[in-house]
């Protein structure tokens, strides 16, 4: 059997959706009996899909497996740029290494890397991000903006609101942003990401942005060291989440919100921001490498900079830390 046309008959049918495809016409418009075609449907049944056969009508697809295999993703994908190329593999150490890597061998804007598993996840500062098989999304997202190094920091605040819009538009769930890059419900994460920068002289080379979104975790799936502050959107929802539409989603809305910061600047991103903060107003603790400081988030400057108010009254601008919420 073909695997090839296997893949493709399932992105056709996914492209069509609800609508059924008959046998007849698949078996037009890939060059093969219609015995062939009832063939790879039964491989795709194999492959963990759910194929509903419409009697006059045709087949449709009613579920498809739990894989973020780049055709599974790239069907009905709604992005102009942004996984018109997916490396997906099996396992990696991390998917920022193998961005990395493909962006210095000069991968296009909008290169996406996914692994169902990754045995060297990492956060800031080198630390470990735990990345349990088949059960969230690990990706990198390779961006080549025309902007200067400086402003790169913005891109964590860019994708943190396109996640939270893509969590609410797949589950209905409300999270909110820790300044700068934990997505959380209540006080746990249930995503982290990770904005690292390839530049010279002429500029920004590439931006790889790590995105780790907990998914279809229990309680027992996280490592023991943080299962009490981790969470997942199947625990938040009481319900399994389908992985592949909120990866479709989260490149959407990335697409979206760079376009809108490439036109308009960081200024309507900030709105949107602040909106869904769970920082600003609060009285936070800000660890930084050489000093900690408490008092109140004001707001994110232009710059995405973090403004906290001592109590001596003064206004500090904070580039890069730890927020704890007191
Ligand atoms: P961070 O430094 O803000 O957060 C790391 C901290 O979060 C850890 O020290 C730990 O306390 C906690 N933690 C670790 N794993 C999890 C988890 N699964 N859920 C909740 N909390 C956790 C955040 O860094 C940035 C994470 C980016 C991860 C993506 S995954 C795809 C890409 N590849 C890669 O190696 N990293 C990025």
């Not at 493909?102 to 996840?121: F, N, W, Y």
């Not at 890059?181 to 920004?204: M, P």
């Not at 319900?239 to 760079?258: G, K, M, S, W």
Request: net charge negative; hydrophobic share 40%.
């Amino acid at each position: 059997m073909n695997i090839t046309v296997t893949h493709k008959l399932a992105t056709r049918l996914l492209e069509a959706g609800s609508e059924p495809v008959s046998g007849q016409q698949l078996a037009d418009e890939f060059g093969v009996s219609r015995t062939a075609i009832w063939k790879h449907m039964k491989e795709l049944e194999e492959m963990g899909y759910g194929i509903e056969s419409v009697r006059k009508k045709g087949y449709r697809i009613q579920k498809s497996p739990d894989s973020l295999e780049a055709f599974l993703v790239q069907a009905d994908l709604k992005t102009k740029k942004i996984g018109k190329r997916i490396e997906y593999m099996e396992q990696c150490a991390s998917t920022q290494i193998v961005a990395h890597q493909l962006a210095q061998e000069g991968a296009p804007d909008g290169t996406v890397v996914i692994a169902e598993l990754q045995t060297e996840g990492r956060g800031r500062l080198m630390r470990k991000w735990d990345s349990a098989k088949g059960q969230g999304i690990w990706m990198s997202i390779i961006l080549r903006p025309d902007v200067p190094p400086h402003k790169a920091p913005q891109f964590t605040l860019v994708a943190a609101v396109a996640i939270v819009r893509a969590i609410q538009s797949v589950t209905g769930l409300e999270a909110s942003i820790k300044w700068p890059n934990d997505i959380l419900f209540g006080t746990k994460k249930a995503t982290g990401i990770l904005t690292e920068l390839q530049s010279d002289a002429d500029g920004i080379q590439a931006l790889i942005i790590g995105i780790g979104v907990n998914v279809n975790q229990e309680r027992e799936d996280f490592d023991a060291a943080v299962q009490d502050i981790a969470t997942s959107l199947r625990l938040e929802s009481g319900q399994p989440i389908n992985r592949r539409e909120l990866v479709q989603e989260i490149l959407h809305f990335l697409e979206v919100y760079t376009e809108l910061y490439i036109e308009k600047g960081f200024a309507p991103l900030k709105i949107l921001w602040e909106g869904h903060s769970a920082t600003i107003g609060k009285a936070i603790r800000a660890r930084m490498s050489r000093e900690t400081l408490e008092g109140i988030a004001e707001g994110i400057t232009e710059d995405g900079v973090l403004q906290l108010r001592t109590a001596d009254g003064k206004l500090h601008g904070i580039y890069s830390a730890d927020i704890e919420l007191k």
